[in-house]
């Protein structure tokens, strides 16, 4: 009920607005009403940070690129195992090797380092390029928003998951037209070198960043995660004897799809 004067109240409808309902409105509404003005002053205003973000990323020297991406590799990696422990993952080594091998064809830590020829100790996060970073960003990120998903699991489960992000990562890159991790060159120089020749091996502080073609592999990996739940919703379902046509109307895969995963009834 709203008052319009002399006492008056009138009924009207209230909505309630997604977010991006609300944007629409405010970027296309009368600017003389005040509070629309300074909601379009305000996306004014962060279209060109994001503009700025941008420009400063981009001028990033590769190196530069490396150290900003092997900082959030190293935070992701924190969130991630304190993660892993709260679902009961004992051994990490194993949890991580699952990681690379989904997202390396079937790599783990050891044969990376060997293919890298690195020295002893090294760590091979410290000797990849920008792009392999960010696989790697997502693979992490990806996995520790999944586990925290999960309930109950045990693991050998939360292995699984992690294989199954990091393939997820290496189909969403392959299938973007970008050459797998274990394809991308390794640098002549390590994060460490880069370090010990600076300072403090510290870069200038800029926002988190992420760039078109990312956001697109980030997209896709989403697609290929949903899908994989859809499969196993089927498979579960062949398992249960349940017919084909109900499984093609619970899960929207088509007979071609579900005959894929190959499990006779």
């Not at 370090?195 to 870069?203: L, S, Y």
């Not at 089927?234 to 046509?245: F, G, P």
Request: no cysteine; proline share 2%; charged share 40%.
């Amino acid at each position: 009920m709203l008052e319009v004067g002399n006492n008056a109240k009138i009924k009207v409808k209230d909505y309630k607005l997604s977010r991006y309902a609300f944007y629409l409105i405010a970027m296309n509404g009368d600017p003389r009403r005040k509070v629309i003005a300074d909601a379009q002053n305000y996306f004014a205003v962060q279209t060109r940070k994001q503009e700025i973000t941008e420009e400063e990323y981009e001028r990033l020297s590769e190196e530069n690129k490396r150290l900003f991406r092997r900082k959030k590799t190293k935070e992701g990696n924190k969130l991630l195992y304190a993660i892993a422990r709260l679902k009961d993952v004992k051994k990490l080594d194993e949890f991580t090797n699952s990681g690379y091998r989904g997202l390396y064809n079937g790599e783990d830590a050891n044969a990376i380092f060997k293919r890298k020829k690195l020295r002893y100790r090294e760590d091979i996060l410290d000797n990849m390029g920008s792009e392999e970073l960010g696989a790697n960003i997502f693979r992490i990120s990806q996995t520790e928003a999944q586990l925290r998903k999960q309930n109950n699991i045990s693991e050998a489960d939360a292995n699984t998951i992690h294989y199954d992000i990091g393939k997820n990562v290496r189909d969403a890159i392959i299938k973007n037209g970008n050459l797998p991790p274990e394809k991308l060159p390794t640098p002549p120089k390590s994060i460490k070198g880069i370090e010990k020749e600076r300072k403090d091996g510290d870069i200038s502080e800029i926002d988190d960043y992420m760039t078109e073609k990312e956001m697109m592999i980030e997209e896709t990996i989403k697609e290929n995660i949903e899908k994989n739940n859809t499969y196993e919703i089927a498979r579960r379902m062949i398992k249960e004897n349940i017919d084909t046509d109900i499984i093609i109307k619970v899960t929207k895969l088509n007979k071609e799809d579900i005959d894929k995963l190959g499990i006779n009834k």
